[in-house]
């Protein structure tokens, strides 16, 4: 069993930046394929970004690509987002996921994913 734990979120104006954080303990999240996915107040959760297991693959959400980055650091047992250019419309709570490796290298459905953090705010003022 792997505990997810985030950080990272908080209030930043339109255009700013924050970088969000993914620690697994338990077992290291090395052999799991991660991912980020964000839930706005009365929306279903959906897809932000994903990472295979060993990082050499990535996939984003046409929402965020090319102002998100999604990175992993297997060592520390670490996944990252690092968000740019954000706007008011990326406010949500943002989770973290690990999943077992599969077919896919890089998953985006909810359902391929068994292990969840608890999320971590992030809030855009425009």
């Known amino acids: 069993q792997v505990q997810l734990v985030e950080s990272g979120g908080g209030l930043v104006q339109a255009g700013g930046s924050l970088r969000l954080s993914c620690v697994g303990s338990?077992?290291?999240?090395?052999?799991?394929?991660l991912a980020w996915f964000r839930q706005a107040p009365d929306n279903e959760r959906e897809f932000v970004a994903s990472?295979?297991?060993?990082?050499?693959?990535?996939l984003y959400a046409d929402s965020v690509r090319g102002r998100f980055t999604i990175s992993r650091d297997n060592a520390k047992s670490t996944a990252y987002l690092q968000m740019n250019s954000l706007k008011h419309e990326d406010t949500a709570v943002y989770y973290c996921?690990?999943?077992?490796?599969?077919?896919?290298?890089?998953?985006?459905?909810?359902?391929?994913?068994?292990?969840w953090g608890q999320g971590t705010q992030v809030t855009v003022s425009s």
């Open positions: 996921a690990a999943g077992t490796r599969g077919i896919i290298a890089t998953p985006s459905r909810v359902g391929d994913y068994e292990h």
């Open positions: 338990g077992r290291s999240l090395g052999t799991y394929v």
């Open positions: 990472i295979s297991w060993r990082g050499t693959s990535t």
